[in-house]
């Protein structure tokens, strides 16, 4: 019985010692998220992703060419949420407006993601972006279509 009690006073002894290092790691979470949405904020803010999109079950060699130039990325007070002022231009469309868009993280990298969004003007979309590197990589989807999408994001003029 004595063994016991010590047993589990030397378990509460430690875990109660721990509890400054668990709040410890805890706050260095949350600071390294403070920093890597800054970083995100920064990286996208006066920025324009130039690349290209492919279609599927279309061989043509080669991508048709995307330009999405946005003005800034703001953390949404709640959720996962970004709000994305951006300028869209692809094929015949050209047009600007603010998205309300989910970012979700693996690990440092930051996946844009879209499920069935509707975006005024231009439909309804559904897509995985990852951005990386000076670089955006992803699939895409806009009813029967879908594809590819990748190129360099280039910071702007502000």
Do not use: C
């Amino acid at each position: 019985m004595h063994q016991i009690r010590t047993l589990s006073l030397a378990l509460l002894v430690g875990l109660l010692g721990n509890m400054p290092l668990m709040q410890a790691a805890e706050l260095e979470g949350a600071e390294s998220t403070g920093a890597k949405f800054a970083a995100f904020e920064k990286q996208l803010t006066n920025a324009t992703l130039v690349g290209q999109f492919t279609t599927k079950g279309q061989v043509n060699g080669t991508g048709k060419k995307e330009e999405y130039a946005i003005s800034s990325v703001k953390k949404m007070p709640t959720g996962d949420f970004w709000l994305f002022k951006a300028r869209i231009k692809y094929g015949g469309t050209d047009i600007t407006l603010p998205m309300s868009l989910e970012v979700k993280w693996a690990g440092d990298t930051p996946i844009i993601t879209l499920t069935e969004t509707t975006i005024p003007g231009l439909g309804t979309f559904s897509a995985r972006v990852v951005i990386y590197d000076g670089q955006y990589a992803g699939i895409w989807k806009h009813d029967e279509y879908g594809g590819q999408m990748f190129g360099e994001i280039r910071k702007t003029e502000e």
